[in-house]
């Protein structure tokens, strides 16, 4: 019943970085990049082109696109809010953006300054834009399991949200339990919801691990048929609008319980070990990983 590959999405050098205090210099970043599309991974989030006003951490966006290694086999995707944010990508040459929207009011404003109704028309411009570039689109859905600001969260308006993006042409939906609320039970409800709308072949699990669920409902993910699985190497990260510190789910831990449950991912995990123990040290932060 367990897919026998998974894809994991590497989110940390955006997701990660983009919420940790310590401004890690752009040949920093290339290189934690160009170590993780060497350890395996097949997609690697490498920046966002947002306004630097808004999140200082990617305002060295081009620099890092330009200066990573691009490997043949490698995805690079970039975050894009806006028509603007696409022209900027486009001049680096990204061949692949992803639209971030939010299942709930609150955390759409406080996120991206407008409503769900106005961030969509936004997407439908910049993916209408992209695909004349013959670019892929994902599109993240964040607060799929609860928003900080309004709470709950009706697994409906996840699915209505989840399948707007994918009709207007994203590959592939990726779902965001951005402060790390989800349960075992909220994920099955809300999965069961958004499948009715969306093949589940095109959803992703967008874990965070406040509460130390995320493994377990990325299981739950597993056994619903989801096979792509993003993740933060060494656990860094959250997001700078939720109010709870709320890191992704670690790759690595993500990765041993794939392999521990024989499950695929082409990645080597000792490789992996290596670039979160040196990342935190970097940062001076801690290290979700729970290998030894
Ligand atoms: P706004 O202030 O409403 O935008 O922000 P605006 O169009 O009025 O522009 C204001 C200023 O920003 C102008 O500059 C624009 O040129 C500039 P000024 O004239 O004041 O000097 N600007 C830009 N600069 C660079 N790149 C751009 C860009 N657009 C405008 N693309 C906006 C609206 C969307 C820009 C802003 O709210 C923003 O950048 N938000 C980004 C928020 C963000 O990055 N959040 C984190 C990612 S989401 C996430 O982490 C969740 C996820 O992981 C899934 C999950 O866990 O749930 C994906
Ligand atoms: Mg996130």
Redesign the pocket.
């Known amino acids: 019943k367990l897919p026998k590959f998974v894809k994991v999405v590497e989110?940390g050098p955006r997701?990660g970085l983009?919420n940790e205090a310590t401004l890690l210099p752009a040949k920093d970043k290339i290189d934690l990049i160009n170590r993780l599309s060497d350890s395996g991974l097949k997609t690697v989030e490498t920046t966002?082109?947002?306004?630097?006003?808004?999140?200082p951490q990617?305002g060295d966006n081009m620099e890092v696109f330009a200066g990573i290694n691009k490997y043949p086999n490698v995805s690079y995707p970039c975050?894009?809010?806006?028509v603007?944010?696409l022209e900027?990508a486009l001049k680096v040459g990204v061949k692949e953006i992803a639209v971030?929207g939010?299942a709930s009011e609150g955390f759409t404003q406080k996120?991206?300054?407008?409503s769900i109704a106005e961030s969509l028309e936004r997407f439908r411009a910049v993916i209408e834009e992209a695909k004349k570039h013959n670019l892929l689109v994902r599109g993240?859905v964040?607060?799929v399991m609860g928003c900080p600001y309004q709470g709950d969260v009706d697994p409906e308006k996840v699915a209505e949200v989840s399948k707007i993006l994918y009709d207007m042409g994203c590959y592939e939906i990726?779902l965001?339990?951005?402060i790390g609320i989800g349960t075992p039970e909220k994920t099955d409800k809300m999965l069961t919801a958004v499948k009715k709308q969306v093949p589940v072949e095109k959803l992703a699990a967008?874990f965070?691990d406040t509460f130390d669920k995320a493994i377990s409902n990325i299981l739950v993910a597993l056994e619903h048929g989801v096979s792509v699985v993003d993740s933060s190497i060494a656990g860094l990260g959250g997001?700078?609008?939720a109010k709870k510190q709320a890191g992704n789910v670690c790759t690595e831990n993500v990765v041993y319980s794939l392999q521990q449950l024989g499950i695929e991912t082409g990645i080597d995990l000792l490789k992996l070990k290596q670039i979160g123990s040196d990342i935190t040290t970097k940062l001076k932060r801690d290290n979700m990983c729970l290998l030894e």
């Open positions: 989110v997701d983009q966002s082109f947002v306004s630097p006003k808004w999140v990617m975050l894009v809010p806006n603007k944010g900027q971030f939010a996120n991206i300054n407008c993240y964040s607060t990726s965001g339990d951005t967008h965070h997001c700078p609008y």
